[in-house]
């Protein structure tokens, strides 16, 4: 099916612990992101990706890692999880910044 | 003062009411404006999406943008129980670098 999937949907991992989200779309879209959302604070974005291979720092880079090698595929990689990492994780993607954003469904990640 | 304002609710009605959501913004550059509705547990979905100024219909939706005035807002005609989601307003000044800036998201609630 054409989409934008994410896994896994549930993650509860320990502190300090390396823990890698995939993100997976079928569109051929040159633009993936990578937002947070947690309650108080809304959509914040981590990290997106204009192509592959090329990365840029969004409004909460810190403690994430991501890579693009393939364009249909945007890893977030959190390289030491900590208990404010805890959130509700969403990708999207879109033709270009000035098009609109499809999001997937999520990954729910608890850090205890 | 934050980029994008929305009151967080929850807006209550009763089915078949017209419900009005806004945002305001303070960002005069912004030029794309979006409205995504969120149901809970999943991810945002795009529902309108205007360019500069006026208003944009589709069907029981109507968005409408007011730059002088830094002023966005969603109309739902006739709401329905199944409405019942968060509305999220997202704006982009359009450049090459611009990445989309959320509001928090209003949470609307249609009782039947």
């Known amino acids: 099916d054409a989409g934008i999937t994410q896994s896994p949907r549930y993650k509860i991992t320990e502190t300090g612990r390396q823990v890698t989200l995939m993100c997976h779309q079928t569109?051929?879209?040159?633009?993936m992101f990578w937002y947070r959302q947690d309650l108080g604070h809304g959509l914040r974005l981590i990290y997106y990706?204009?192509?592959?291979?090329?990365?840029d720092k969004g409004e909460v880079p810190d403690g994430y890692v991501v890579s693009r090698s393939k364009t249909e595929n945007f890893p977030l990689t959190l390289e030491s999880a900590t208990r404010s990492q805890t959130s509700v994780y969403f990708c999207?993607?879109?033709?270009?910044?000035?098009?609109?954003?499809?999001f997937g469904p999520g990954t729910r990640l608890t850090v205890t | 003062q934050k980029e994008v304002e929305q009151d967080p609710g929850p807006l209550s009605v009763p089915e078949g009411a017209i419900v009005s959501l806004n945002c305001t913004y303070s960002n005069s550059a912004f030029q794309y404006f979006m409205w995504y509705r969120q149901y809970s547990r999943k991810g945002p979905e795009l529902l309108m999406y205007?360019?500069?100024?006026g208003n944009k219909e589709d069907g029981r939706f109507t968005a409408q943008v007011d730059k002088s005035s830094k002023y966005i807002s969603l109309f739902i005609r006739d709401s329905q129980p199944s409405d019942s989601a968060t509305y999220l307003c997202?704006?982009?000044?359009?450049?090459?670098?611009?990445?989309?800036?959320f509001g928090k998201g209003t949470m609307l609630l249609v009782s039947p």
């Open positions: 999207a993607s879109a033709a270009s910044l000035t098009y609109e954003q499809y």
């Open positions: 997202a704006m982009s000044e359009g450049s090459g670098y611009s990445t989309l800036t």
């Open positions: 569109w051929s879209h040159s633009y």
């Open positions: 205007t360019y500069s100024s």
């Open positions: 990706s204009a192509a592959a291979d090329i990365t």
